[in-house]
């Protein structure tokens, strides 16, 4: 599933480049005693066969694009990606007959445009994976390019399955993973019949941990063990005599924008941040993108919070992870009986994780959300992206390293060497080998994560939304499989023994103080900006995602997430739309640092952006349904009008605090503190709209805010006296703080402030509350005039009469 875009061509450029190729050829038939141009048809059974000259060839063929014209230059045609028939790859330009040529020495001064080449073998083995590099001219099924999905069969005896493709060369997953020790480099390699391509059994029921063919791990552990029986190889068994059992192949083919349809129904996240102002709709893929810190049990819980929100639908889940105890521990994060029964997860068979295992339990998990898709139901599939990114970086290594990149991009540089050197001839060639490099990274992603869609009514009208989730590497930390590499590498090098063993036990230390997060240590950015250049829309979480805590967050950078490709009018739940969240989106994203106070334009009142800015730090596992966000979105409203509103006095009364030298230097003292004087400041502002200072409140006020903050004996009376100072600042004036370390510190916790709101709404949703019209609102048979009414009347009982 290699790669890129379309280039433009004219028969001047087709003739330039097909010329040394055609003399190359000519050549190869002359130093052989063979006629030039002509190959034997098959394995020779079927008889010679001609082929058309190369110099007539249409500038089409040889500039198909990144993937025919770089992966076959040497023998002047190409293969797309995912392709379902053979391409005439040969070419002649005598007529006559010939045996096929052997794959020919090329010596350093001869101007053939092709490299030398030792034939196709396997050349690297990366523990259940093998990489394999192809004949550029391979025509037979022992050293030709296979195509993904292709079973293989190595020297050895092992069986793997094609899972990827580059220039000239292809990774392998082994299918049985104990049989990796066999399998060795340099070894030979054939594609096998059509017949041996792996399926996986749609299991007749979910709440399993199904292997890749879709036999159930553990049989008699999962919630349901009399669900279904299955055997190691056969896959799950059906639920009655009359039922068929499904069995779909791990790699089927894209379905095209025309038997698909527009999105317009949302996906239920249970998230604020993305419901109300990054709304996914079912049969959308979307990208999210966590920060350095982030560990796989992290990505986890993130995907158990997604499928927690589908309690309640019919969405089918499918996620993917790389062994059963991963598969296990995803079960323990989904709560509800409900929705368990309706996730699939497919996992790898091995006790610890493999990077070919993974790969393939990607793709089984992908074509069983595809068979729900195509039964007419909405599937819902949870991946973890670095398993691709660490297979196709392997295959990328292995085309450097044998100079495969290079033959592929010889007709591009042939071109290029046509220009002057005042054009920037090396320029160019450099540009053109990164847009190479970008073309075949988003064409292989592009093959998994353009997947996601909505079918047409014709097709079932079924839907399968992917969520693919993307851990940014740390580069300051080095991850398990570079220091595997750096220890063979020192094992190799010209050392002196002492040397060698102190470097050996120093990786080997490193190595040991590793954490167990399987054998992943996060994706480089510049991946994950390629996989957000083909999927329907991203979200970008924020620094702070995850804490000191260890708890994750969903913190989302609302100015840097999009959710594009929805071309319906609103994918959100009923209730957000109509209250319009996604207007206010506009208001929160321009916030500057200096004012956090914004008026709306055409109204006579304004709102802090502080208490919306909070609901973007809803921790991981507060799941909330579409009632709960509406209530607590006019919580939050409610709270930034009122903050806006009881801002001076805040201000003066933590310019009080400081005069009066109440300790700020503890940070989260200090942040606590300031949470509790603006609520403080907005419930008596409540109480005397008037109120401008806190003399104004009365005499109690002064002991009732003392007791709030629990200061020390000293401190109140040091704030008593302040209070009854003569000329005391103006609130908001400049100076007010002795540092500006302590004027920073006044800035509110939104953690602190989603607490707030998060147990105001427990009290909402409490009959004591307002229960009744939460459930009122959860009516999908309400008309949107009758929702509107009952969101009114939900705002007056959480707000007041005065909202």
């Keep these: 599933c290699t790669g890129g875009s379309p280039a433009a061509a004219t028969p001047v450029a087709a003739a330039a480049v097909a010329a040394p190729l055609a003399a190359a050829a000519r050549r190869s038939?002359?130093?052989?005693?063979?006629?030039?141009?002509?190959?034997?048809?098959?394995?020779?059974?079927?008889?010679?066969?001609?082929?058309?000259?190369?110099?007539?060839?249409?500038?089409?063929?040889?500039?198909?694009?990144?993937?025919?014209?770089?992966?076959?230059?040497?023998?002047?045609?190409?293969?797309?990606?995912?392709?379902?028939?053979?391409?005439?790859?040969?070419?002649?330009?005598?007529?006559?007959?010939?045996?096929?040529?052997?794959?020919?020495?090329?010596?350093?001064?001869?101007d053939s445009p092709y490299k030398p080449q030792q034939g196709a073998r396997v050349a690297k083995k990366i523990g259940d994976m093998v990489i394999a590099v192809t004949d550029p001219l391979g025509q037979e099924n022992d050293n030709r390019l296979p195509e993904v999905g292709d079973t293989v069969q190595f020297a050895s005896g092992a069986i793997g399955h094609v899972i990827a493709l580059s220039d000239l060369c292809f990774a392998a997953a082994l299918s049985e993973p104990e049989a990796q020790a066999g399998v060795e480099v340099g070894e030979s390699y054939s594609i096998l019949s059509k017949s041996f391509r792996p399926t996986i059994r749609v299991p007749e029921t979910g709440g399993n941990v199904v292997g890749v063919s879709g036999n159930r791990l553990g049989v008699g552990e999962g919630p349901n063990p009399s669900a279904d029986s299955a055997s190691a190889e056969g896959g799950g068994s059906s639920s009655s005599e009359?039922?068929?059992?499904?069995?779909?192949?791990?790699?089927?083919?894209?379905v095209g924008l025309t038997r698909r349809q527009r999105i317009d129904a949302p996906l239920h996240a249970g998230v604020m941040g993305l419901d109300a102002f990054v709304p996914i709709g079912r049969g959308q893929s979307m990208l999210l993108r966590l920060p350095p810190g982030t560990t796989t049990d992290n990505v986890r819980q993130f995907q158990a919070h997604v499928v927690n929100a589908q309690a309640g639908n019919s969405v089918q889940m499918v996620s993917a992870v790389?062994?059963?105890?991963?598969?296990?521990?995803?079960?323990?994060?989904?709560?509800?009986?409900?929705?368990?029964?309706?996730?699939?997860?497919?996992?790898?068979?091995?006790?610890?994780a493999q990077l070919g295992e993974a790969v393939l339990a990607m793709n089984a998990a992908c074509a069983v959300a595809e068979a729900h898709r195509d039964d007419g139901k909405d599937a819902l599939l949870l991946l973890d992206l670095e398993p691709l990114y660490r297979m196709f970086s392997e295959l990328q290594k292995v085309a450097e390293e044998q100079g495969l990149v290079e033959v592929a991009n010889q007709d591009q540089n042939q071109e290029i060497d046509q220009l002057s050197d005042e054009l920037g001839a090396q320029l160019w060639k450099y540009v053109a080998r990164k847009n190479a490099a970008t073309a075949r990274r988003r064409t292989f992603l592009g093959c998994f994560l353009q997947r996601a869609g909505r079918m047409s009514e014709d097709r079932g009208g079924g839907s399968m939304t992917l969520l693919a989730f993307a851990r940014v590497k740390d580069d300051s930390e080095v991850g398990r499989l570079e220091l595997e590499a750096k220890l063979e590498n020192l094992k190799e090098m010209a050392l002196d023994e002492d040397t060698r063993k102190r470097a050996i036990a120093k990786v080997e230390k490193q190595l040991a103080e590793l954490p167990e997060d399987s054998i992943f240590s996060g994706v480089p950015d510049a991946f994950v900006e390629e996989a957000k250049a083909v999927?329907?829309?991203?979200?970008?979480?924020?620094?702070?995602?995850?804490?000191?805590?260890?708890?994750?967050?969903?913190?989302?950078?609302?100015?840097?997430?999009?959710?594009?490709?929805?071309?319906?009018?609103?994918?959100?739940?009923?209730?957000?739309?109509?209250?319009?969240?996604?207007?206010?989106?506009?208001?929160?994203?321009?916030?500057?640092?200096?004012?956090?106070?914004?008026?709306?334009?055409?109204?006579?009142?304004?709102?802090?952006?502080?208490?919306?800015?909070?609901?973007?730090?809803?921790?991981?596992?507060?799941?909330?349904?579409?009632?709960?966000?509406?209530?607590?979105?006019?919580?939050?409203?409610?709270?930034?009008?009122?903050?806006?509103?009881?801002?001076?006095?805040?201000?003066?009364?933590?310019?009080?605090?400081?005069?009066?030298?109440?300790?700020?230097?503890?940070?989260?003292?200090?942040?606590?503190?300031?949470?509790?004087?603006?609520?403080?400041a907005e419930s008596q502002r409540r109480r005397v709209p008037d109120a401008a200072s806190l003399q104004d409140l009365g005499s109690d006020a002064a002991d009732e805010l003392c007791e709030l903050l629990a200061l020390r004996p000293l401190e109140r009376k040091r704030v008593l006296a302040e209070l009854v100072a003569e000329e005391a600042p103006i609130a908001g004036s400049q100076g007010l703080f002795p540092s500006t370390a302590v004027a920073a510190s006044i800035a509110e916790d939104p953690r602190e402030r989603?607490?707030?709101?998060?147990?105001?709404?427990?009290?909402?949703?409490?009959?004591?509350?307002?229960?009744?019209?939460?459930?009122?609102?959860?009516?999908?048979?309400?008309?949107?005039?009758?929702?509107?009414?009952?969101?009114?009347e939900l705002r007056t009982r959480v707000c007041g009469e005065d909202a």
């Design 754 to 792: 989603y607490a707030s709101l998060r147990e105001r709404l427990d009290f909402v949703r409490s009959p004591a509350g307002a229960a009744d019209l939460l459930r009122a609102v959860a009516d999908d048979m309400l008309s949107d005039e009758e929702l509107q009414q009952r969101l009114n």
């Design 29 to 110: 038939a002359a130093s052989s005693g063979r006629p030039a141009g002509r190959h034997a048809a098959g394995d020779g059974a079927g008889g010679p066969a001609s082929y058309p000259s190369l110099a007539a060839a249409p500038a089409a063929l040889l500039f198909a694009g990144a993937t025919a014209a770089r992966r076959r230059a040497a023998a002047a045609a190409a293969v797309g990606g995912r392709r379902r028939a053979p391409v005439v790859r040969q070419v002649a330009t005598e007529a006559g007959t010939a045996e096929r040529p052997a794959t020919r020495e090329v010596s350093k001064d001869d």
């Design 535 to 680: 999927t329907d829309g991203h979200v970008v979480f924020t620094d702070d995602t995850v804490r000191e805590t260890g708890r994750p967050h969903w913190c989302i950078d609302l100015k840097e997430s999009v959710a594009r490709g929805i071309t319906a009018f609103s994918v959100q739940n009923r209730p957000l739309h109509i209250l319009r969240s996604l207007n206010l989106k506009m208001y929160v994203m321009s916030r500057e640092a200096d004012d956090e106070i914004r008026e709306l334009d055409g109204d006579d009142w304004k709102f802090d952006q502080g208490p919306l800015l909070a609901l973007m730090q809803q921790p991981v596992g507060d799941v909330l349904m579409p009632e709960d966000e509406a209530a607590i979105l006019f919580l939050a409203l409610d709270d930034a009008v009122r903050s806006a509103d009881a801002r001076p006095l805040a201000e003066q009364i933590l310019a009080l605090l400081s005069r009066a030298r109440v300790r700020l230097d503890d940070p989260e003292a200090a942040r606590r503190l300031v949470m509790e004087t603006r609520l403080f």
């Design 242 to 254: 009359d039922a068929k059992p499904t069995d779909v192949p791990w790699f089927q083919d894209i």
């Design 322 to 352: 790389c062994t059963e105890a991963d598969g296990r521990h995803m079960q323990g994060l989904v709560d509800s009986e409900d929705t368990a029964s309706r996730l699939t997860i497919v996992a790898g068979q091995s006790d610890t």
